[in-house]
C-alpha cells in the first residue's frame, strides 16, 4: 500500500520561504523520478519539480531559481524548498511519483498573502 503525507505548508508572506516534507512508504519512492505537483482553486494540478533517483532535479519555469527539490533515499523523504514566494505560488502541494500513480496524499496548503 503507498501512503504519500505531505507536510510544511502554511501562511507566509510575499517574498517568504517554506520548506515542503513529503514522506513515502510502500512500492514508491526508492527507483522511482519524484515529484511535486500543486493545484491552485479552480486550476488543474500542474507538475512543479522532479528529481531521479540519482539526484537530478527538473523544474517548471515559473519555479526555476526559487524552488530546489531534493530527496533522502535511506528515509523515502522528499523535500520542496520554496523561496521568493508569490502569490500566485498558493495552492494545495502534492508529492508523487513521476508520472504519477493513482495514490495521492492529502496535500499541503501553501498560502502566499501580506
Known amino acids: 500500500q503507498v501512503q504519500l503525507v505531505e507536510s510544511g505548508g502554511g501562511l507566509v508572506q510575499p517574498g517568504g520561504s517554506l520548506r515542503l516534507s513529503c514522506a513515502a512508504s510502500g512500492s514508491i519512492f526508492r527507483r522511482d523520478i519524484m515529484g511535486w505537483y500543486r493545484q491552485a482553486p479552480g486550476e488543474e494540478r500542474e507538475f512543479i519539480a522532479s528529481?531521479?533517483?540519482?539526484?537530478?532535479?527538473n523544474y517548471r519555469n515559473s519555479v526555476k531559481g526559487r524552488f530546489t527539490i531534493s530527496r533522502d533515499n535511506a528515509k523515502s523523504i522528499l523535500y520542496l524548498q520554496m523561496n521568493s514566494l508569490k502569490p500566485e505560488d498558493t495552492a494545495v502541494y502534492y508529492c508523487?511519483?513521476?508520472?504519477?500513480?493513482?495514490?495521492w496524499g492529502q496535500g499541503t496548503q501553501v498560502t502566499v498573502s501580506s
Open positions: 528529481i531521479t533517483p540519482g539526484g537530478t532535479p
Open positions: 508523487n511519483k513521476i508520472p504519477p500513480s493513482r495514490y
